[in-house]
């Protein structure tokens, strides 16, 4: 079988889609938020979709023969955090979601606008599996948020900047041994910015990944912290609801919002 090159922008119908589905993983997850009673279906969904999506890329790697150590391990930011979102909703680690607020949804997001796909012989499946993926960072993460409204701060965030220097040392030594282009520290997908970036030098490419970095982390504060008032408000009202309904039952209730 001839190897297609490891990253190309194969795939486009199963991202649109991939767009589409993430809109109904936000209506979902903003159900859960404000259905308590619900909220561990759609936990359970999440968890669900995210191991889908990735067992889903491995499996259609290892079917055309281009599964190795070089394309198939959990170390791009992405497949990382998709790894970690597990975790993530059934243990809600405040690190943890600190670092996928502020830069793994980001980094998602990004990856959905321009897709970086590897090619194999079913492209639209990996495309459906690798848009989904990147949507379910992104909700994962607002729904554990929603769950426990706490602000992020600049303290949190440069810690997360030291997080994230770390984990880019330690791909830098992975892609070294393997060798390998996790985190496109060696080499860019061609079609997104960072192909732009690297025009003007890797040293200058580099730095640039360092200074977005630090510009996510910044700007997202601001963004969670004002979007935090209204996931605040949907929780609160779906609690206020629930307990409406179980006072005008028969049995014993506690106020959600007041705790058992």
Same mark, same amino acid.
């Given at each position: 079988?001839?190897?297609?090159?490891?990253?190309?922008?194969?795939?486009?119908?199963?991202?649109?889609?991939?767009?589409?589905?993430?809109?109904?993983?936000?209506?979902?997850?903003?159900?859960?938020?404000?259905?308590?009673?619900?909220?561990?279906?759609?936990?359970?969904?999440?968890?669900?979709?995210?191991?889908?999506?990735?067992?889903?890329?491995?499996?259609?790697?290892?079917?055309?023969?281009?599964?190795?150590?070089?394309?198939?391990?959990?170390?791009?930011l992405c497949g990382m955090m998709g790894l970690c979102s597990l975790p993530l909703l059934w243990l809600r680690p405040r690190g943890l979601?600190?670092?996928?607020?502020?830069?793994?949804?980001?980094?998602?997001?990004?990856?959905?606008?321009?897709?970086?796909v590897i090619g194999c012989s079913r492209p639209f499946l990996m495309g459906l599996h690798f848009g989904r993926l990147h949507g379910l960072?992104?909700?994962?993460?607002?729904?554990?948020?929603?769950?426990?409204?706490?602000?992020?701060?600049?303290?949190?965030?440069?810690?997360? !900047?030291? &997080?994230?220097?770390?984990? #880019? @040392?330690?791909?830098? %030594? =992975?892609?070294? $041994? /393997?060798? +390998?282009?996790?985190?496109?520290?060696?080499?860019?997908?061609?079609?997104?910015? !960072?192909? &732009?970036?690297?025009?003007? #030098? @890797?040293?200058?490419? %580099? =730095?640039?990944? $360092? /200074?977005? +970095?630090?510009?996510?982390?910044?700007?997202?504060?601001?963004?969670?912290?004002? !979007?935090?008032?209204?996931?605040?408000?949907?929780?609160?009202?779906?609690?206020?609801?629930?307990?409406?309904?179980?006072?005008?039952?028969?049995?014993?209730?506690?106020?959600?919002?007041?705790?058992?």
């Open positions: 079988m001839k190897k297609r090159p490891l990253v190309q922008n194969h795939g486009q119908g199963g991202v649109c889609v991939g767009w589409l589905s993430f809109g109904l993983w936000g209506l979902l997850t903003l159900y859960g938020l404000r259905q308590p009673k619900r909220r561990k279906t759609v936990r359970r969904a999440l968890t669900a979709g995210l191991a889908v999506s990735m067992a889903g890329q491995e499996v259609l790697l290892v079917q055309d023969g281009l599964w190795s150590l070089q394309t198939g391990l959990p170390l791009h979601l600190c670092f996928s607020l502020l830069l793994g949804a980001p980094c998602a997001l990004l990856a959905l606008c321009f897709p970086a960072i992104v909700w994962s993460a607002v729904f554990v948020l929603g769950e426990n409204p706490k602000p992020l701060t600049l303290w949190e965030a440069r810690k997360m !900047l030291l &997080w994230a220097s770390g984990y #880019g @040392w330690l791909v830098q %030594l =992975c892609n070294d $041994w /393997l060798p +390998a282009n996790y985190l496109f520290l060696r080499a860019v997908p061609t079609g997104t910015p !960072l192909e &732009w970036l690297a025009q003007r #030098g @890797w040293g200058y490419y %580099l =730095c640039s990944l $360092w /200074l977005l +970095a630090m510009v996510c982390l910044r700007w997202g504060c601001d963004f969670w912290n004002a !979007l935090l008032p209204r996931l605040t408000a949907l929780t609160a009202a779906g609690n206020r609801s629930a307990y409406s309904r179980c006072t005008r039952s028969t049995s014993p209730c506690t106020n959600p919002d007041r705790g058992s």
